[in-house]
């Protein structure tokens, strides 16, 4: 497998002077049905309001320095258009806003398009599932969603059943999705729009919707890149049996606990020396059990807690 090209649709929040999450309704341009071209960044990059976030578009990208400016440049440009006002780009991905602002219409606007979930489906076998609604919770959720294209070069086994949809799905969860959350532990993403394995078919491969734009901060663009290379070369490490052995059976993760799912498939793998080439599959080999810190319940902290703070805003 090569993967040509990564593309990226993030999401920003945003946060006023005293550093609390502020809607970024007001600063957005373009709707999900008409996305506005960001002239000043060029062909490929383009802005939309997303219920209270910003989101962008990048052009896909075929190297790594390519990806790292897309997004940091995409990211800059958000943060241009709030910091006239003294507004900064939120590094989170979780945030939590007074009610007042989840009362507006675009607050209460969610994805009406169905993903599908690469853990519940196998190999001819697709299970769809809709979009979260948040409505009636504190918080809202802000994703960094991978773009990959890609095409299977590798020659394919005649009995082979693998669905590369599904196997990068699953694989993604395994190089990054468990990882960020020992980076940044966001468990109301774990709930909503990061559930494991949550990915959309595309025409040119396949896109995941698990990561946070947590890390879309420049100091974590590297290693988001290292972690889809890894996966493509584990990818190919893997004989077209593993490859099959990995999406042949489906899942249910509703209690989170993830590296079961891996500690059962990985078992049937006969030759394991695949598993010791990787740090995120180590555990793996034998199969020793790993510790799941995966299993989660959403924080009850509200991090926009003022009791002088009414949640008005402004248009700019």
């Given at each position: 497998?090569?993967?040509f090209t990564v593309g990226s649709d993030p999401e920003f929040f945003i946060r006023d002077k005293q550093g609390r999450p502020y809607p970024a309704t007001p600063f957005a341009a373009g709707t999900k049905e008409k996305p506005v071209l960001i002239k000043e960044l060029g062909s490929g990059f383009y802005e939309q309001r997303d219920n209270i976030s910003f989101e962008g578009n990048i052009p896909p990208c075929t190297t790594k320095d390519?990806?790292?400016n897309n997004v940091t440049r995409l990211r800059n440009y958000?943060?241009?258009k709030v910091s006239k006002f003294g507004f900064t780009i939120s590094p989170n991905g979780v945030e939590y806003f007074p009610a007042r602002m989840l009362q507006s219409a675009e607050a209460g606007e969610f994805g009406c398009s169905n993903v599908v979930s690469s853990w519940?489906?196998?190999?001819?076998?697709?299970?769809?599932?809709p979009t979260p609604v948040l409505t009636g919770l504190k918080y809202r959720v802000a994703g960094f969603h991978i773009h990959l294209g890609y095409n299977s070069s590798y020659p394919t086994h005649i009995y082979e059943t693998c669905d590369h949809r599904l196997l990068i799905g699953r694989l993604f969860?395994?190089?990054?999705?468990i990882p960020s959350h020992k980076i940044k532990?966001?468990?109301e993403r774990i709930l909503t729009y990061g559930k494991y394995g949550m990915i959309r078919y595309k025409t040119y491969g396949v896109e995941c919707r698990t990561l946070s734009s947590f890390f879309t901060q420049p100091e974590w663009l590297p290693w988001v890149w290292d972690q889809l290379m890894k996966m493509e070369s584990f990818i190919n490490f893997c004989n077209p049996?593993?490859?099959?052995i990995i999406t042949r059976k489906s899942y249910l993760t509703f209690d989170y606990n993830i590296n079961s799912a891996f500690r059962d498939i990985f078992k049937n793998f006969d030759d394991k020396n695949v598993l010791t080439k990787f740090e995120e599959t180590k555990d793996f080999v034998n199969d020793k059990k790993t510790k799941s810190t995966e299993k989660h319940s959403p924080t009850t902290v509200d991090n926009s807690s003022d009791e002088n703070y009414d949640g008005t805003y402004t248009s700019f």
């Amino acid at each position: 497998m090569k993967i040509f090209t990564v593309g990226s649709d993030p999401e920003f929040f945003i946060r006023d002077k005293q550093g609390r999450p502020y809607p970024a309704t007001p600063f957005a341009a373009g709707t999900k049905e008409k996305p506005v071209l960001i002239k000043e960044l060029g062909s490929g990059f383009y802005e939309q309001r997303d219920n209270i976030s910003f989101e962008g578009n990048i052009p896909p990208c075929t190297t790594k320095d390519e990806f790292i400016n897309n997004v940091t440049r995409l990211r800059n440009y958000f943060e241009s258009k709030v910091s006239k006002f003294g507004f900064t780009i939120s590094p989170n991905g979780v945030e939590y806003f007074p009610a007042r602002m989840l009362q507006s219409a675009e607050a209460g606007e969610f994805g009406c398009s169905n993903v599908v979930s690469s853990w519940q489906s196998r190999y001819g076998q697709t299970v769809n599932i809709p979009t979260p609604v948040l409505t009636g919770l504190k918080y809202r959720v802000a994703g960094f969603h991978i773009h990959l294209g890609y095409n299977s070069s590798y020659p394919t086994h005649i009995y082979e059943t693998c669905d590369h949809r599904l196997l990068i799905g699953r694989l993604f969860d395994l190089f990054l999705t468990i990882p960020s959350h020992k980076i940044k532990n966001e468990p109301e993403r774990i709930l909503t729009y990061g559930k494991y394995g949550m990915i959309r078919y595309k025409t040119y491969g396949v896109e995941c919707r698990t990561l946070s734009s947590f890390f879309t901060q420049p100091e974590w663009l590297p290693w988001v890149w290292d972690q889809l290379m890894k996966m493509e070369s584990f990818i190919n490490f893997c004989n077209p049996v593993q490859r099959d052995i990995i999406t042949r059976k489906s899942y249910l993760t509703f209690d989170y606990n993830i590296n079961s799912a891996f500690r059962d498939i990985f078992k049937n793998f006969d030759d394991k020396n695949v598993l010791t080439k990787f740090e995120e599959t180590k555990d793996f080999v034998n199969d020793k059990k790993t510790k799941s810190t995966e299993k989660h319940s959403p924080t009850t902290v509200d991090n926009s807690s003022d009791e002088n703070y009414d949640g008005t805003y402004t248009s700019f």
